[in-house]
């Protein structure tokens, strides 16, 4: 198991930028492979996107594309989720999870996962 904490969340303007962290403090990311997943109030957790435990990025969310980078720095440990463009539909609650064998957009699949870190998309 793997524990993770989400940061760099928090208030932006329309078509501004934000970069999520998602980090473990006891164990290592190594080997595993990382999933961002949102939810809005009223509504389900999506995927956003997903990197291997060898840095390959799979991304889920169409509205995402072209705006949402992801990325992996295993000597710091720490997964990004680069977000640029911001729009007010974008705001959510983002997790970060964890998965051994691949990565997926299907949730149950993530066996830990964070806290998550709020994003708010507003002028």
């Known amino acids: 198991q793997v524990q993770l904490v989400e940061s760099g969340g928090g208030l932006v303007e329309p078509g501004g930028s934000l970069r999520l962290s998602c980090t473990t403090t006891k164990s290592t990311l190594s080997g595993w492979n990382i999933g961002w997943f949102r939810q809005a109030p009223g509504k389900g957790r999506e995927a956003v996107s997903c990197?291997?435990?060898?840095?390959?990025?799979?991304y889920y969310l169409a509205s995402g594309n072209g705006r949402f980078t992801i990325s992996r720095d295993n000597a710091k440990n720490t997964v990004y989720l680069q977000m640029n463009n911001l729009k007010p539909e974008d705001t959510a609650i983002y997790y970060c999870?964890?998965?051994?064998?691949?990565?997926?957009?299907?949730?149950?699949?993530?066996?830990?996962w964070g806290q998550g870190t709020q994003v708010t998309v507003s002028s």
């Open positions: 999870a964890a998965t051994y064998y691949r990565c997926s957009d299907y949730r149950y699949e993530y066996s830990d």
């Open positions: 990197t291997s435990d060898t840095g390959s990025p799979n």
